[in-house]
């Protein structure tokens, strides 16, 4: 048993967390990954209006009687969402853990903090971490610019990060961006995190409801399979390398482009159709560095299983070896 700040708060049993993910954070997922004594996390702006999402919660209650949170994110949209609704819905619905992220979480905090909801703040950078812990939240998730979906614009990877991360606050830090087995794991404890959160290496799994043809494209996948986009107009995005990706990458090779010259390609209901159908050239979706590291498609349960046990044999094996 790795036992943590984080396993502590959020009263799980391995110091591994599921991250929110868009369109692939459902209730079947998420369950699965409690269940095997992780924590998972829905993503709220994956249902389509607060009232799915509260429906969501409760088809996940129905498959786990294991702790999970929601993911709240907070980015530039092309729709923008009711926030607030969603956040009410997340707390109507009892949910005590919350996963805040793409924005500081301090607009919702009195609301969180009302319904003794545990917030860990999901961020790029320590000033961002720093803020949050001020502003009360439970715990961080230190985003380093290997992970999927949006690294910031600092570009400093979990090596330096996390570590960083970890000195300066007070409340826990779980690594993020780049971490999907033993090995990173034991690499996060030795950083000072308190726990890893994965949401590529969840995506390859049984439960994970998205199309085979994408869980297969992840085990032939290696470390130069992601593309960065939006860098140009700071909002960048890790993404898997495709055609769509490849040519908004270069739309902005230019200089002067506009969201609105990308926005058909790019846009989040497109990228659906690839996780619904398997068309892998539809659109865009996200996925981490840690693509590289995905070698199979198991259970959630084998997953954790394998991950945390293989980690307890890093720790009392090979490192113990290296000491004497
Ligand atoms: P969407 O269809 O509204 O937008 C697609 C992409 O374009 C997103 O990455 C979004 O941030 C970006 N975008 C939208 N308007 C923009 C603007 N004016 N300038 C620059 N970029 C802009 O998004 P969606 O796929 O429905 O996702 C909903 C939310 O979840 C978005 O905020 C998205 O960023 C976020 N998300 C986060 C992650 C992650 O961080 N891991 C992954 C996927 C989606």
Known sequence: MLKTRITELFGIKHPVIQGGMQWVGYA??????????????????????????????????EMTDQPFGVN???????????????AQAIVGAGVKIVETAGRSPAPFMDLFKAYDVKVIHKCTSVRHALKAQSVGVSAITIDG????????EDD????????????????PVAGCG??????????????????IVMGTRFMATKEAGIHQNV???????????????????????????????DQVVEIESTGTAKFEDVK?????????????????????????????????????????SRLVSDAEDIIDGRLQKLKA
């Not at 494209?217 to 890790?238: G, K, Y």
């Not at 990228?271 to 995905?294: L, T």
């Open 156 to 171: 400093i990877p979990s090596l330096v990060l996390l570590p960083q991360a970890a000195e300066a606050l007070e409340i």
């Open 28 to 61: 079947e997922l998420v369950s699965a990954v409690s269940n095997a004594g992780a924590l998972g996390i829905l993503t709220a702006l994956t249902q389509p209006t607060p009232e799915d999402l509260t429906k969501e919660i409760e088809r996940t209650r």
């Open 264 to 304: 058909d390609l790019v846009a989040g209901q497109r990228g659906r159709v690839v996780f619904e159908k398997g068309d892998m050239e539809h659109g865009i979706w996200s996925a981490g560095i840690s693509v590289a590291r995905v070698k199979d498609i198991p259970t959630c349960d084998e997953m954790v």
């Open 215 to 245: 869980k297969d494209i992840m085990t032939e996948a290696d470390e130069r399979s992601t593309n960065l986009m939006f860098r140009t107009m700071h909002n960048t995005a890790r993404v898997f390398k495709n055609s769509i990706s």
């Open 145 to 152: 610019f290997e992970c999927a979906g949006h690294p910031g």
């Open 72 to 86: 709240l994110t907070i980015l530039p949209t092309i729709t923008p969402p009711p926030y607030e609704e969603y």
């Open 178 to 195: 780049g971490f999907s087995d033993a090995k990173s794991l034991v690499a996060a404890l030795a950083l000072g995190g308190e726990a």
